[in-house]
């Protein structure tokens, strides 16, 4: 589309940012309910043909992915809250193992298939089949509405800003592996198609503690999360310690079970346990984690790459659990 490479880097960088921003105008001006939800799937579906309209222009086509950012950033925590009261958080990971398996389809299959228009024409059916089931589930959900009748308080932050400290600082480190993991190894001797089956074998570790995590959930959720973010620090170490060990790599991987699958599910069950705006307290958790954290985690991480760059990403981590240090329950 003939798009800079600031170009790009600012419409990738819109998802996040919104994810951020949106949260905050729930605090004073507007109600998080049933109604939002309907209204926030009916933009997504205006967004799409906005996004194949303008794609040539990039002002505009920046514009549409506002409005698209701000939709998705409204529809995602409500799904999630629903997920967890219907399932409880002893069974919620298995509905999330799908998104694992959905990854892995598109990552090495159809990648393959689908390409320019075509892959474009994928995700909007994609994007079209889940707006359908969340307006459905905009019906359904009635006993988990909430902010209908008053709007939220800043307390919701004030009151918990380690927690959303520990959030934002968790996914800073991440910033590193999401934004480098597959330059930086290949730098260090590894062949791009081990860093594949590396990405891969993450995903399918995730997929299993996903399925079994109902018999892990149970524990004390504060304890989980803690446990989960240790883990990562040492998984980053290991990659600072040893770049170019394949089996090592595999070993970092493999944590990717704890530091991704363990990790969400025991903050979401954390945040429907201790919140009584549920919703929006999961719109602050993907705002600080996937939207800030994301956003800042790769900027970051580009200025720290290089042989220190996973080193850097163990100190913001390790930050992410002294945040916690305190906090018991």
């Not at 228009?117 to 079209?128: A, D, E, Q, R, Y």
């Not at 927690?163 to 592996?177: E, H, K, R, T």
Request: proline share 2%; charged share 10%.
């Amino acid at each position: 589309m003939g798009y800079s490479s600031f170009e790009i880097g600012v419409v990738l960088s819109i998802p996040p940012l919104m994810r951020f921003l949106t949260p905050f105008l729930f605090l004073k001006h507007f109600s998080l309910n049933q109604q939002t939800l309907r209204v926030s799937i009916w933009m997504i579906l205006l967004s799409i043909p906005l996004l194949y309209l303008t794609i040539d222009n990039f002002w505009i086509f920046a514009l549409s992915n506002i409005v698209f950012g701000f939709s998705f950033s409204l529809v995602l925590p409500f799904i999630d809250s629903y997920a967890i009261r219907v399932l409880q958080k002893e069974k919620y990971g298995k509905s999330r193992l799908f998104g694992s398996i959905g990854f892995i389809a598109v990552a090495l299959v159809l990648a393959k298939l689908f390409s320019g228009s075509m892959g474009l024409h994928f995700i909007t059916l994609g994007v079209l089949v889940a707006a359908y089931f969340a307006y459905l589930i905009s019906y359904e959900d009635s006993e988990t509405t909430l902010s209908s009748a008053k709007k939220a308080d800043i307390s919701i932050l004030t009151s918990h800003i380690p927690l959303w400290s520990s959030i934002f600082l968790m996914q800073v480190g991440f910033g590193a592996f999401y934004t480098f993991f597959t330059l930086y190894e290949n730098e260090h001797g590894v062949d791009l198609q081990s860093v594949s089956y590396l990405w891969s074998f993450g995903v399918i570790c995730e997929i299993v503690l996903f399925y079994f995590q109902e018999h892990i959930i149970k524990f004390d959720l504060m304890k989980l999360i803690k446990f989960s973010i240790f883990i990562t620090a040492v998984r980053w170490f290991i990659l600072y310690l040893a770049p170019s060990s394949l089996p090592l790599a595999y070993l970092s991987q493999s944590f990717h079970a704890f530091s991704f699958a363990l990790y969400h599910t025991a903050t979401i069950g954390y945040i429907y346990q201790k919140f009584e705006d549920k919703k929006l307290a999961n719109q602050f958790y993907y705002g600080f984690g996937f939207g800030l954290g994301g956003f800042v985690g790769s900027l970051v991480a580009g200025y720290f790459y290089g042989e220190s760059l996973f080193l850097s990403a163990t100190a913001i981590t390790a930050g992410a659990l002294v945040a916690l240090w305190k906090v018991r329950y």
